[in-house]
């Protein structure tokens, strides 16, 4: 137990020493109009300070990781709060190795939010240490797991670089249609980050009021071809107040919210799970909290959020954003493709005795997979450079976080272990 102590510890440290770190790359990125002498002498100094920072972090992080390994028994990758700390973990090494290779601290102003982002929707999770489930119980799980994290880490540094891209190179004050779209999409990209963020806090909120709602649901399934079937009672326990309700269910005890003394409407019969109107409700919360938020930043900003970013970034040159981009993409591919692809196929054949079967995981692997095949091809032999690139590299890393969070907490499957209430 005292391992884990100190795992929670080191983890709480690291986030705040991600957090200053990534104040510092600001300074260093956005600072350099302020300096009224040598300002490449600012962008130096100052990065070289965020960068130990960051490394700083690495380190309590990685004492974090080893701790929770030897308090735990098992290496901590096995549900939704270690395998997201550990890929906030794997964001941050694929930083530091590209940082070796570019010196530039213009990726840790985006990079480093990824992380913070990933480390506060891993809190969202029960932290509590879980035995592990009979297939998870093998080497396998190391060598897969850590290697398809490690290849979407540098999706995701791929992904910033992008973003960036795309910020920088936008034409804001331009009317022609093209560029209007062009807008359109990019403040919608940062409205999704948002929701993401606007979730998070809305977790931690309700979870520090302590909110709860129970309802009771009958869930009733064909037992057969011939009209019989079985019926059981599910209680599910609601974090947020309910502005949807568990399909057939009764109410077991409700907490008032704003004078909500009940939920607004029941989830639809088609949403299968005695899971399925908690999730819903969720989904709702989580737009509700990040459009509001949303709204909040354009009423302080007065401008939309892209717009109002894009003049830090005029400094940077757009090429080598688009290089660094490509570059973290081509890294994380084949290791995506060893760990994902190839070591999953060999473990499932361990495990399950076949090497595929459709899983919602497993396919979403392979689409993962396939989409960055079409974007390297794309690259490097239709001559897709710039923002169709940088596009593409956004549009990836979605398609990433819904593998990774989606068919875990949505889609049911054989990956959908502990830990994704």
Known sequence: MNMLNVSSNAFMIAFFLYCGAFIVHAIAVMGR???NREPEAHVKKWGRFGLILTLIGLGSQLVYFFTRWAGSGHIPVSNMYEFMTFLSMMVIVAFAILYMIYKTSLLGLF??????ILMAYAAVFPQEVQPLVPSLKSIWLNIHVTLAALGESFFAVGFAAGLMYLLRTVKFDSSAKVDKRQQKWLEFTLVVIIIVIGFIGTVFAFRASGYEAVFVQQQVTDVDTGGTNDSKIEKVIYHMPPLVAPHNSDTESYTSFLGMKEPLFEAPSWMNGVNAGRKLNTVLWSVISGLL???VL?????????????PYLADIDPDDLDEISYR???IGFPIFTLGALIFAMI???IAWGRFWGWDPKEVWALITWLYYSAYLHLRLSKGWQGRNSAWLAVLGFLI?????VGVNLIIAGLHSYAGTE
């Open 33 to 35: 109009k302020f300096s």
């Open 111 to 116: 990079a480093l939010p990824i992380t913070i």
């Open 293 to 295: 938020l949303y709204g």
């Open 298 to 310: 354009r009423l302080i900003i007065r401008k939309p959020l892209s717009r109002a970013l894009s």
């Open 328 to 330: 973290a993409i081509a």
């Open 347 to 349: 473990w499932a054949e």
């Open 400 to 404: 990433v976080m819904f593998t990774l």
